[in-house]
């Protein structure tokens, strides 16, 4: 089993939809999770991070925590083309070390 | 310089050469990373130095070595590589590395190995 799960897609959305993904981890004892965009040829840019569960909101973007689950999710709101790219979910294994997701690429449809 | 910078971008070499990536962040960070990315692959890390002090090193080759000479600039000194190496390599700061801060990414060097 990966230690952090994401499905690699492509996910395509229309424009103007809501686009929804998903990143599943393995180590129960992970404390703080974050959402990376890269475009392609781009380094990751960081989007958001999250602590605690539930929801958490910036602008379009919802980060959702479910640690019973293991399971943190991303929505984007109102799609646009520019948010077409890869999107990276990154686990903190212990206080200091990231683990990546393969990351999930999402394309939005004109 | 805003962030954290990276030279060169591109860099292509033989197997026989030696050079080196240069990283520096001008965000007053104290930890720094280095990452490798290849295709269809997560980011792997490579090294971690804390304040200038080497603090994690993922069995990486001897091939790789590493190099904080203060806590701004990271270097990473490649010899006798082989062609699996070729990736984009990404260098990372955060505020601490005792306590969970996201990290910032360069723009990062794409090295492809002939």
């Known amino acids: 089993q990966k230690e952090v799960e994401q499905n690699s897609g492509p996910l395509s959305v229309p424009e103007g939809a809501i686009a929804s993904l998903n990143c599943t981890y393995s180590d129960r004892g992970s404390q703080s999770f974050f959402w990376y965009r890269q475009y392609s040829g781009k380094s990751p840019e960081l989007i958001m991070f999250?602590?605690?569960?539930g929801d958490k909101e910036d602008g379009r973007f919802t980060a959702q925590l479910n640690k019973a689950s293991q399971y943190v999710s991303l929505l984007i709101r109102d799609s646009q083309p520019s948010d077409s790219a890869t999107y990276l979910c990154a686990v903190t294994r212990s206080a200091r070390q990231l683990t990546f997701g393969s990351g999930t690429q999402l394309t939005v449809l004109p | 310089e805003t962030g954290v910078t990276q030279t060169p971008r591109h860099l292509v070499m033989g197997m026989t050469n030696k050079k080196s990536l240069k990283c520096e962040q001008h965000?007053?960070?104290?930890?720094m990373y280095w990452y490798k990315q290849s295709a269809k692959k997560p980011l792997e890390l490579m090294f971690v130095?804390?304040?200038?002090?080497?603090?994690e090193n993922n069995s990486v080759p001897s091939r790789f070595s590493p190099e904080c000479p203060n806590s701004s600039h990271l270097f990473l000194h490649l010899h006798t590589l082989q062609p699996e190496d070729s990736a984009l390599y990404l260098c990372a700061s955060s505020q601490s590395w005792s306590v969970t801060y996201e990290q910032y990414f360069g723009p990062g060097t794409r090295l492809t190995v002939t």
């Open positions: 130095y804390s304040l200038e002090e080497r603090v």
């Open positions: 999250i602590y605690s569960n």
């Open positions: 965000l007053g960070h104290n930890a």
